[in-house]
């Protein structure tokens, strides 16, 4: 393996651990419901995703590539699903999402 | 000298994917709502999920991916099943 797709596997590894600890810093730090969606998603699209494709630079062509493919296209299909359904609840329940300054009054 | 980096960098990642496994942890044991508490839970198994896939590539096994998928279909299952029971108060109708 040539060293540049090292390098890039490392970069990208350690850049999508980052990511996950972005997304779970902002779910303890969000102020509402909503928000922290918003905050987890990161979890699921950039930390997932980078973390997936470096290590399938690391694991060359193969049977492992093909698992990561699959894990990364399942989270690409179950993160929007379960933010929506989530979402969907707050709904059912009637939350409110917190906002800057009280909306103005509908006429 | 290769091999060395990776495995620093695995074991940074490790590290960081630990922290937010903590951060997802406070989320579900201090969330107001119920739905702060599932939405805890579904990033606690993503990065359980990532953590374990950084096992696998550390250590050169390919039986740490399947758990991985595992743990992803059943955490998916999981979490809608949660949303599903918020929403109705029940899973099965």
Known sequence: ?107 | MSTLVLAWSLTAAQFLLGLAMLCATFRILRGPRAQDRVVGFDTLYVTAMLLLVTFGIGLGTAIYFEAALLIALLGFVGTVALAKFLLRGEVIE
Do not use: N, Y
């Open chain 1, 1 to 107: 393996m040539s060293l540049a797709v090292e390098i890039a596997s490392w970069a990208l590894i350690l850049a999508g651990s980052f990511f996950t600890l972005v997304g779970a810093l902002g779910l303890v730090r969000m102020p509402d419901i909503f928000t922290r969606m918003h905050a987890a998603s990161v979890t699921d699209t950039a930390g997932a995703g980078l973390l997936i494709f470096g290590m399938m630079l690391q694991a060359g062509f193969g049977l492992t590539t093909l698992k990561l493919l699959i894990l990364l296209g399942l989270f690409l299909f179950t993160g929007p699903v379960v933010t929506h359904a989530l979402a969907q609840t707050c709904l059912h329940e009637k939350i409110e999402p917190l906002l800057a300054e009280e909306p103005a009054a509908a006429d």
